[in-house]
């Protein structure tokens, strides 16, 4: 994929590459999956999208209306058929997505099993502990995704 620019402008391109024209619900999906520290469900762009100071879609005549949960499935499924967004599995029966970006900004994402929370975490020494794994298992690791499940500091007390 396209290094230059932010991810929304890299998806955009993408896009707009593969046929899809742009559009007001499309570019809102894109700038709030873009300022995002972790993966969201549809649920959860949907609410965001609608609250007073999220982010509308423009209709053709300027003025913002909300973006529809059918459009936001659908604008989904357009990035990830592109590579665009992946699905996140945190086994709480919700698809989550996030961008994908370059492996820099790779993350792992602890859940928790009381209230939901899903947080983001990076640890270096579990990485490298991957790729050495990787040189002894018979298969050329390409990627991975890891998922701690838990009670967070706010459940457990």
């Known amino acids: 994929m396209d290094t230059g620019g932010s991810w929304t402008d890299r998806a955009e391109r993408s896009l707009g590459a ?14 709030l999956l873009d300022r995002q520290p972790c993966a969201l469900t549809a649920i959860e762009i949907e609410q965001e999208l609608g609250r007073a100071g999220g982010r509308s879609a423009r209709s053709a005549a300027g003025s913002l209306r909300p973006v529809s949960r059918a459009s936001i499935y659908r604008i989904l499924d357009e990035l990830e058929r592109l590579g ?11 698809v989550r997505y996030e961008p994908v970006r370059p492996a820099e900004h790779h993350h ?39 998922v701690l499940r838990g009670r967070c500091r706010d459940c457990a007390d």
Do not use: K
């Open 84 to 94: 665009l967004v992946q699905r996140v599995a945190t086994g709480q029966a919700m």
């Open 108 to 146: 792992h994402h602890l859940v928790c099993n009381d209230c939901g929370a899903v947080t983001p975490f990076s640890d270096q020494r579990l990485e490298r502990a991957i790729v050495g794994l990787s040189e002894r298992v018979p298969l050329a690791v390409s990627e991975h995704e890891i």
């Open 18 to 31: 593969a046929g899809y024209r742009r559009g007001g619900a499309r570019r809102a999906v894109l700038e």
